[in-house]
């Protein structure tokens, strides 16, 4: 009976010390991804489309004008906070994301240059 209450005891001190350990992980903040290496082109502009819904694009109209820069790649990175399906716990995930984005027209374009096409 001494052996199973040392057992009992040693497996849920252990399972305190991994559950301890584990939330304080989750208390660190993950460090934001460098800066992006590559500095902005001026790609210039082009026309605001004509078939964008009204509200867009008085709101375009207003903050840019009828020329809008172009472009064709973006890379957003940003860091936040989740939770599963509402499910919360008290113990916030953090997380760290980088998508990189191109434009349909910039990968034809690329495509063609690289088959040389173009």
């Not at 052996?3 to 301890?20: D, I, N, S, Y």
């Not at 001026?42 to 840019?64: C, S």
């Not at 989740?82 to 916030?92: A, C, K, R, S, V």
Request: no cysteine; aromatic share 6%.
């Amino acid at each position: 009976m001494r052996k199973l209450t040392k057992a009992t005891l040693t497996v849920v001190g252990l399972l305190a010390l991994l559950a301890g350990v584990g939330w304080g992980g989750l208390q660190v903040k993950p460090k934001p991804f460098p800066p992006h290496p590559e500095r902005t082109s001026n790609q210039g502009t082009v026309e605001l489309h004509a078939d964008l819904p009204e509200p867009v694009g008085e709101y375009v109209r207003a903050t840019m004008g009828e020329r809008v820069p172009r472009i064709e790649t973006a890379v957003v990175w940003g860091r936040g906070e989740f939770n599963l399906m509402g499910l919360w716990f008290g113990i916030p995930p953090l997380a760290r994301t980088r998508s990189p984005y191109a434009t349909l027209a910039s990968t034809i374009l690329s495509s063609s240059k690289s088959a040389g096409l173009l």
